[in-house]
């Protein structure tokens, strides 16, 4: 049986949201509440840059703070509560949120990506189909007590994002990350994207993989002071750590883990003479760092929970999810229609 679960929800955004928090109550509540997490992340409650992050979102996506509202409705938490979980990333470093990828860009476009979280939530995630009342359809993998989109996702116009943590310090009050990542499931483009994050007051830290329906494929990193924009032209490796020379040396903490994925995914990518990007990602070679994570003394304490691989064909876009790279997908789509 897999581990992940499929899900549609339809409506406004306060009932997206509603439905979203439904999902993920039980979880939230038996895992996360009683977690070392949640205790770190509750002493932001009342604070002067929660009220200002708050206020930017109110004004600047109404709609996705209707979503966030839902979501606490759903989970029968406090919104402020909800909205200081879904900042999680920009309040503090080592919120537990993880990930590698792997970009090609030959014959076409295609992007693998392990989406490394918090072990207790394994069993609890689901890929859902969202047909928002207001705003384009799309797929998103999504945790309990977590707005869509900042793990790995696609929309209707076949724009592809996979998101990778970037362990930023010293962050200022701006619009959350993963609101910006929900925003670009609105985009249609790459470029669309990208002048998204440049318009807005960014916090906290984010690699984006992106690649759309026009051919192109790029990593993003941003934080509050830039974003930098790559075009991949080779096979690509990305971890948990800003690496673009425009950003590696803003302050950010590189743990072990991070560090030695990079350097195992860059040698595979580099040394395969035709990169088999699942093998990559499900490699456990490695006795302390493996890129493939299901160890129970994992140093970042994160697994990875689930793998995606999104192929741009001559067809249109073919993506499929797998609970184990190596294994058989558990879900295959073709645009957004699961197969």
């Known amino acids: 049986m897999s581990s992940l679960h499929y899900l549609q929800l339809s409506g406004s955004p306060y009932e997206l949201g509603v439905q979203l928090g439904q999902f993920g109550a039980a979880a939230f509540h038996n895992h996360l509440l009683p977690s070392p997490a949640w205790a770190e992340l509750s002493q932001w409650r009342n604070t002067d840059a929660i009220r200002s992050m708050q206020h930017l979102v109110q004004n600047d996506f109404p709609l996705i703070w209707q979503e966030i509202s839902g979501l606490a409705q759903g989970l ?6 909800t ?9 503090w470093a080592m919120a537990p949120d993880s990930c590698s990828s792997v970009l090609q860009c030959q014959p076409q476009p295609r992007i693998t990506h392990n989406e490394d979280g918090d072990p207790g939530f394994y069993g609890h995630c689901a890929v859902i189909e969202f047909n928002p009342a207001n705003g384009p359809r799309f797929c998103s993998f ?8 900042h793990t790995f996702a696609v929309n209707e116009h076949h724009l592809v994002m ?17 609101v910006l990542c929900r925003a670009i499931l609105n985009c249609h483009t790459v470029t669309e994207a990208v ?35 790559v075009a991949i032209t080779a096979p690509y490796f990305h971890a948990n750590h800003a690496i673009h020379p425009e950003m590696r040396n803003y302050p950010q903490i590189i743990t072990g883990s991070s560090g030695y994925r990079q350097i195992q995914g860059e040698h ?40 995606a691989d999104f192929h741009y064909t001559p067809s249109g876009l073919e993506w499929a999810v797998y609970d184990e790279p190596l294994q058989d997908p558990v879900f295959r789509f073709k645009g ?4």
């Open 268 to 307: 595979w990518v580099t040394n395969q003479s035709k990169v088999n990007a699942l093998a990559i990602l499900g490699d456990s070679s490695h006795p302390r760092f493996p890129i493939y994570r299901r160890e129970t003394d994992d140093t970042d304490n994160e697994n990875t929970i689930a793998t």
């Open 336 to 339: 957004l229609s699961r197969l």
């Open 83 to 91: 909205f200081i979980w879904n900042s999680r990333g920009d309040l």
């Open 162 to 178: 996979t998101v990778n943590n970037i362990r930023a310090l010293f962050t200022l009050p701006g619009i959350p990350r993963m």
């Open 76 to 81: 029968e938490i406090p919104v402020e509560d």
């Open 195 to 229: 002048t998204l994050l440049r318009s807005q007051p960014r916090s906290g830290a984010f690699n984006l993989n992106l690649a759309d329906a026009d051919g192109a494929i790029h990593s993003v990193e941003f934080n509050q002071a830039a974003v930098s924009d």
């Open 142 to 149: 999504v945790y309990p007590g977590s707005i869509a989109g």
